[in-house]
């Protein structure tokens, strides 16, 4: 009552923003704060509230579970379908046992249930708080937020019919946002790209004339029944220009909701939008992160390590993720120094490239990178080729030996399995490298989907397959005419799909090997590497763990150690026979290729790497 009291009179100057369920709940929403500091700043006297709903529904569904849903975006679209659509409760729950089967919280875990205390929450939080004290809503809907979404959306409007809601993010983009708009009478307005600079100026419009029924025209804003348009720009030239993102609505819940949900939350940053590999739209073939940019932006240096700055004074947090699809290429040494000059004792996570050098993780790891996600996503060339990664097999295991020592981040990444147009060649060198990557942390065997608007959709002919329309899962979740409307994220496809699994089962097979061998070896307390090297400055002893058996020790001596040792960072041919130009490749030869043959170095297209890391940083951690 005391909202609806104080607030009507302000309702021109009062727009809610609302992150549904199933982000992350340790973090605030990037988009929300990123959207609410630009408004709040183009236009002062408009007050924005922040409603990160996802970290409600975690905390009254309790946080392990969430989590557990909140990684599984086919599973976290589930509940809220099912609350959308009661009538399809059996075919919704039918889908949820098979997908969640194998996972053990979620396995043992009564759909019907969660649902009855998944919407009890939800609409509590809708009846806590008038909505026509608003000028507008809007929603941040990105990857597995959509049924959640809609369901507020519904929820809401159902409460206050007259109230304006504005759908934007990810899962706008495009002819996603044109499909949604048309599919969904709830929603007035979709923003299909960056929000800051069309959510401002929808709202100025508003405020100008809040009763207008024509709609505005606003680059990057879509209005029911308009025709297709190509906008004009209306991105943030200069993300210089941006403010730090304002996450005080995030804090003050998790302040309210007192010890008993306590807990230590990250905070997203970003130095980048878009991703500079995917200049021209030809980056990873799968990949269609970048929709909703046009091009690539980065804020400068000063501007990273300010904001971190601020952000870290400002919430009292350390661990701070990188939102960026993928970091900027340029002067990322010159980034991490500068953070690390802070002097903040920081956790930080980001998603690199393979191709990132040492001395780049080096300053990573300096300034507190713990993890990287690393864009792996193959262990054969002729496969990273396919897929347009622009890296190679050797690439992947470079990073993957530096990030197997104490001193630098670790390291996760996916291998794509079933990638349309791979062949037998592509799995047979994969077989033969995964023998290579045995010694380093193990990495996680994936099923592709196709993301609409990707090369792979685009170009889909060329990959041999045929673009079916929706992802036939959607077929679960909604009622056909309703699907009938929809464009979503996830697309189907035909072509060779069974025959693709049933050639990569061998690698899938040799991926639980991977891991069930890297998980005993490191069953012992204390982290050893299962392939090191001791430095006796003219001899080397390589230590080589095994799963069964005693280690296995290797000695190098004089030129054969110096060789072993030039090649810690991939080398050609050329360079080693440039190096050591006393023995001229005929002797060289025969010794880097017992070096492959032990796989104690790895070879392709006349390049080598030696495999095994330096023991030194492990042995000063234990002392
Ligand atoms: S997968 Fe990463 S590197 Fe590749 S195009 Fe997408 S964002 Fe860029």
Not at 463 to 484: A, C, M, S, W
Request: hydrophobic letters at 40%; aromatic letters at 10%; proline letters at 7%.
């Amino acid at each position: 009552m005391m909202d609806r009291l104080e607030a009507t009179p302000g309702r021109a100057n009062r727009v809610a923003l609302i992150s549904a369920p199933w982000p992350l709940f340790d973090r605030p929403s990037i988009q929300l704060g990123a959207l609410k500091a630009f408004v709040t700043k183009s236009l002062p006297d408009v007050q924005v509230d922040a409603f990160h709903i996802y970290l409600k529904i975690a905390q009254a569904i309790g946080y392990p579970i969430y989590h557990a849903i909140s990684e599984r975006s086919w599973i976290a679209e589930s509940p809220y379908a099912a609350l959308l659509y009661p009538d399809r409760i059996d075919e919704i729950r039918r889908y949820w046992i098979r997908k969640a089967r194998r996972h053990p919280l979620l396995g043992a875990t009564d759909f019907e249930g969660l649902c009855g205390q998944i919407r009890s929450a939800s609409l509590a939080l809708i009846d806590g708080r008038n909505w026509e004290c608003y000028l507008l809503v809007g929603f941040s809907i990105c990857l597995a937020q959509l049924t959640s979404s809609l369901y507020f959306i519904r929820e809401i409007k159902r409460r206050a019919p007259g109230l304006r809601i504005v759908a934007g993010g990810s899962s706008c983009a495009g002819v996603l946002g044109e499909a949604l708009i048309h599919a969904v009478p709830e929603i007035d307005y979709v923003i299909r790209g960056e929000g800051e600079m069309p959510l401002a100026q929808l709202i100025e419009a508003m405020r100008i004339s809040p009763r207008r029924t024509e709609p505005p025209d606003i680059p990057g804003v879509i209005c029911r029944g308009d025709a297709p348009k190509e906008d004009p720009d209306h991105q943030i030239a200069d993300l210089n220009d941006l403010p730090v993102p304002d996450y005080s609505d995030y804090f003050c819940d998790i302040t309210a909701s007192g010890p008993r949900h306590a807990f230590l939350p990250k905070l997203p940053v970003e130095m980048s939008r878009g991703c500079w590999w995917n200049r021209g739209g030809s980056g990873c073939a799968f990949c269609n992160l970048n929709l909703q940019w046009r091009g690539y932006r980065a804020k400068s240096p000063e501007k990273s390590i300010q904001e971190i700055e601020a952000l870290v004074n400002r919430h009292q947090v350390l661990s701070l993720s990188f939102m960026d699809n993928l970091l900027p290429a340029k002067g990322l040494e010159v980034r991490f120094s500068g953070i690390q000059a802070l002097g903040l004792d920081l956790r930080l996570f980001a998603e690199i490239r393979a191709k990132t050098p040492r001395s780049v993780l080096e300053a990573m790891a300096s300034a507190g990178m713990q993890e990287v996600q690393v864009g792996i996503e193959a262990l054969s060339t002729s496969l990273l080729r396919k897929i347009n990664k622009g890296t190679t097999a050797m690439d992947n295991l470079e990073i993957m030996k530096h990030c197997e020592s104490p001193c630098l981040p670790d390291l996760t990444g996916n291998l794509i399995l079933a990638f349309p147009s791979s062949d037998s060649r592509d799995v047979a060198e994969t077989l033969r490298n995964l023998a290579f990557a045995f010694p380093f942390r193990p990495l996680k065997g994936i099923d592709l989907w196709l993301g609409y608007g990707s090369p792979l959709w685009r170009d889909a002919h060329r990959y041999g397959i045929r673009v079916q329309g929706n992802h036939p899962d959607y077929g679960h979740l909604f009622p056909p005419e309703t699907l009938k409307k929809f464009r979503f994220m996830m697309v189907g496809y035909h072509g060779g799909v069974k025959a693709q699994h049933r050639m990569w089962a061998p690698v899938r097979k040799k991926l639980a090997e991977w891991r069930t061998f890297y998980d005993r070896i490191h069953r012992r307390p204390g982290f050893e590497p299962i392939l090191s090297y001791r430095d006796g400055k003219n001899f080397l002893i390589i230590r080589e763990r095994r799963a069964d058996d005693e280690p296995m020790t290797h000695r190098l001596k004089g030129a054969s150690r110096a060789i072993y040792l030039f090649c810690e960072t991939q080398r050609s041919m050329n360079e080693i026979a440039e190096r050591f130009p006393r023995f001229g490749e005929d002797r060289i030869r025969p010794f880097l290729r017992m070096m492959v043959d032990k796989r104690l170095m790895f070879s392709e297209a006349d390049r080598y790497l030696a495999l095994a890391l330096p023991q030194k940083p492990f042995l000063s951690m234990r002392a």
